[in-house]
């Protein structure tokens, strides 16, 4: 199967409430760009690694907690998000970790990450708090922005979910 150049992955776990946000975001692209795939990264980690395998481009989208003091906001990160910064997840590695062993192994060219600070996580709830769901929009301009970048043209208007 021949793959497009340019992949969206989002992770979460959409059973944890503000956890899915990522992948609310990424399912806003399915089918709205000519050259780009959305991939449902599940809950990331290790299994990040074979999924940007083959692209020239990926965004990556997914909650993250405590890299802001307002839940909602968006962060976006041209190189893997800082050690600095608290954890972004509860996967077996983070993003940083998968980002810099796909360069390694030669996987993956340009990455680009796209964290929601989700706050509180809720297991077993599909419920998203209001100021989650501005995020996601948010996120959603920033990667259309990013798309128009790299040269994508919208195959129609995205429309929220």
């Known amino acids: 199967m021949q793959k497009n150049q340019i992949g969206i992955i989002g992770c979460g776990n959409p059973l944890m409430g503000n956890d899915g946000a ?19 990264g599940g809950t990331g980690g290790f299994g990040l690694i074979p999924l940007m395998e083959a692209y020239e ?37 983070g993003i940083k970790e998968a980002v810099t062993i796909a360069r390694e192994l030669g996987y993956v060219g340009e990455v680009v990450t796209v964290g929601i600070e989700t706050g509180e996580t809720r297991a077993f709830s599909q419920v998203i708090d209001p100021m989650v769901e501005e995020g996601i929009q948010v996120a959603t301009q920033k990667i259309q922005e990013l798309l128009r970048r790299w040269g994508c043209e919208a195959e129609g208007l995205l429309t929220s979910t």
Do not use: N, W
């Open 22 to 40: 990522g992948i609310l975001v990424m399912q806003r692209f399915e089918g709205r760009y000519a050259g780009v795939d959305c991939i449902d």
């Open 57 to 93: 481009k990926v965004v990556i989208v997914d909650a993250m907690v405590g890299v802001s003091d307002r839940i909602g906001d968006v962060l976006t990160f041209e190189a893997p998000p800082s050690r600095d910064l608290p954890a972004c997840a509860l996967h077996d590695i």
